[in-house]
């Protein structure tokens, strides 16, 4: 009888114990490898001499290549592909970051991916801050002036024009 109750208590406290997940990284989706490939050649071709605007141009091509509209697992597969085969402290990295974000990518999904995948967030957070180039500028709060009035004296009724009643006897 000790062995059942005993053993009942066991299977009640694992029922109600939560135990830690941990976050998988290999999803199963995988980008195009032919796209994929296009853009680590484009990186790895990247010179001195090659302009920061050419190299995003045909950065952003090759990813809108991959997805046009990306989802996250897209997003989480084509960065991890890309920082395996050049590596997390790449000076590069900057660029591709810089060219998903102007591929219509969402910064913040852009800015996680990389740092899920192990690039330091301060790079990943810098290079995607400015978003998109020719983005439209968010707008701005409106900003509104209500008239004001002007109060005669004695129709405050706080007591503090001229005493507490205003009433002259």
């Known amino acids: ?14 029922a109600l114990t939560a135990l830690p997940s941990y976050a998988q990284t290999d999803t199963g989706v995988t980008a195009p490898a032919q796209n994929v490939s296009a853009l680590v050649t484009i990186l790895n071709n990247a010179t001195a001499e090659t302009s920061p605007e050419q ?13 046009s509209d990306c989802t996250p697992d897209q997003i989480d597969a084509m960065m991890n592909d890309v920082i395996a085969a050049i590596g ?12 998903m974000t ?4 969402d910064s913040d999904a852009v800015t996680l991916a990389a740092i899920t995948a192990g690039v330091d967030a301060t ?6 801050a400015a978003g998109p180039d020719g983005a439209p500028a968010p707008d701005a709060p409106v900003i509104v002036t209500l008239p ?14 001229a005493g507490i009643s205003e009433v002259i006897n």
Request: proline content about 3%; some cysteine; overall charge negative.
């Open 1 to 14: 009888m000790k062995l059942f109750l005993l053993a009942g208590l066991i299977a009640g406290a694992s």
């Open 55 to 67: 190299l995003e141009a045909d950065l952003t091509a090759a990813i809108l290549a991959i997805c």
């Open 88 to 99: 997390a402290d790449s000076p590069l990295i900057s660029n591709f970051l810089a060219a």
């Open 102 to 105: 102007a591929a219509g990518i």
């Open 123 to 128: 790079v990943a957070s810098e290079a995607t």
């Open 148 to 161: 004001t009035t002007a109060v005669p004296q004695g129709a405050g009724g706080t007591g503090g024009d």
